[in-house]
């Protein structure tokens, strides 16, 4: 029976996946002091949805993690 590998087990052709372009965009990561059950109430207590989407849209400061405090 012959499954495409040889004797020593190594697949007897290469294939490789196609590379394929992925887009750049932002990552924004919201914490929450609180365990959401509610999605909706949890975008309400975080403002509601406008001023959320706002708040991820807007540029912040990168973080100093230099170790020294000013």
């Known amino acids: 029976m012959n499954n495409g590998h040889d004797a020593s087990g ?3 052709e290469e294939q490789h996946a196609p ?7 932002a990552i924004s990561v919201v914490e929450h002091p609180c365990i959401i059950k509610n999605i ?4 309400t207590s975080l403002g509601g949805p406008v001023k959320l989407s706002k708040g991820l849209r807007s540029k912040v400061e990168p ?3 230099g170790g020294e405090d000013d």
């Open 10 to 12: 190594a697949a007897s």
């Open 63 to 65: 973080a100093n993690d």
């Open 40 to 43: 909706d109430k949890g975008i």
């Open 19 to 25: 590379w394929l372009p992925i887009p750049s965009r």
